[in-house]
Nanobody
Framework: QVQLVESGGGLVQPGGSLRLSCTASGSIFSINTMAWYRQAPGNEREMVASVATGGGTTYADSVKGRFTISRDNAKNTVYLQMNSLKPEDTAVYYC?????????????WGQGTQVTVSS
């Protein structure tokens, strides 16, 4: 019942920056984890960064020091600030939300936004 809409993807040169946003709507109560995943052609979908309700963050080793995840609970929005982008970061980026409602998990995915890092 949660709808996630991503924005901010596009084409950027190596070394550039991009900021992704994801806004949740619908049954947004009891949201716990918010995260960003990415999937490149031929690859498995991988977790890029996640942020827990209390603000704790987790990053993939490949993006540590370059990406920053944050959330604005008042706006039901999660962001991914991507700096020092590399061609290897090229992928479709997906917003992810997990709700825990009556002790049961509910996972939601956004439609994905393309990030292309190329000169």
């Amino acid at each position: 019942q949660v709808q996630l809409v991503e924005s901010g993807g596009g084409l950027v040169q190596p070394g550039g920056s991009l900021r992704l946003s994801c806004t949740a709507s619908g049954s947004i109560f009891s949201i716990n984890t918010m995260a960003w995943y990415r999937q490149a052609p031929g690859n498995e979908r991988e977790m890029v960064a996640s942020v827990a309700t209390g603000g704790g963050t987790t990053y993939a080793d490949s993006v540590k020091g370059r990406f920053t995840i944050s959330r604005d609970n008042a706006k039901n929005t999660v962001y991914l600030q991507m700096n020092s982008l590399k061609p290897e970061d090229t992928a479709v980026y997906y917003c992810y939300v997990r709700r825990i409602w009556f002790g049961r998990p509910y996972d939601s995915w956004g439609q994905g936004t393309q990030v292309t890092v190329s000169s």
